[in-house]
């Protein structure tokens, strides 16, 4: 959906670094939510958010952190990135939970 | 959450209907079916949802059996650039639901020149 960004759309990186991802929607949704896709699998939730004062754990939130900087923006940090985080990230909003999600189109991201 | 049970692959002609099962036994009178499909490690795109009765929208349309146990996606006329990865998700509406969409493995279709 082009009316949500995410950037950078790829990143390779090293171990032990701090890595922040972004996603800003022009939607004016409240929702936010990110996932993880890893080869061959289905999406995991990671965060979400229901309005910029609302962080909730998704089911593999650990070694993630997030923040809700307004309504439209939405960041994934990885404080010290470890392999096993290397994936497809991907970021939706939606406008409340009976409305379909719409996602960016994803941060590739390496962890060597 | 209720599970949902699709195929593992498809094929379909293109311009021919694309018809895509799925089984959801246990879903529970709250709770949408929505469709998503996936191009190739693009962002999840939403096709559609419903709760108990029949959906059409530019896109596709969504059967849902009178006992809501089992749906079908239909793209009516397939194309090349609808090959993709389908997911069928039951989410619960309203309430403490929180949105969350659980995504399996989903069904993988094919549509051949």
């Known amino acids: 959906d082009a009316d949500v960004t995410q950037t950078p759309r790829n990143r390779i990186t090293k171990t032990g670094k701090r890595i922040m991802l972004e996603c800003s929607q022009t939607k004016g949704h409240d929702r936010m939510y990110w996932y993880r896709q890893d080869p061959g699998l289905g999406l995991r939730l990671i965060y979400y958010?229901?309005?910029?004062?609302?962080?909730n754990k998704g089911e593999i939130s650990d070694g993630y952190s997030v923040s809700r900087q307004a309504q439209a923006k939405f960041s994934l940090s990885l404080e010290s990135a470890i392999p096993n985080q290397t994936a497809l990230y991907f970021c939706a909003t939606n406008r409340d939970s009976n409305q379909p999600q719409h996602f960016g189109d994803g941060t590739r991201l390496s962890i060597l | 959450d209720a599970k949902t049970t699709q195929p593992t692959s498809m094929d379909c002609a293109e311009g021919r209907a694309a018809n895509l099962p799925c089984n959801h036994s246990?879903?529970?009178?709250?709770?949408?079916v929505y469709w998503y499909r996936q191009i190739h490690s693009q962002g999840p795109q939403y096709i559609i949802h419903g709760l108990k009765n029949n959906e059409t929208n530019e896109m596709a349309s969504l059967i849902i059996t009178e006992d809501r146990k089992s749906s079908t996606l239909i793209l009516p006329h397939a194309t090349l650039r609808d090959t993709a990865v389908y997911y069928c998700?039951?989410?619960?509406?309203?309430?403490?639901?929180?949105?969350?969409?659980?995504f399996g493995q989903g069904t993988i279709l094919t549509v051949h020149p």
């Open positions: 246990t879903i529970s009178g709250n709770e949408y």
């Open positions: 958010s229901f309005d910029v004062k609302d962080i």
């Open positions: 998700i039951v989410s619960p509406r309203g309430g403490t639901s929180y949105g969350k969409l659980t």
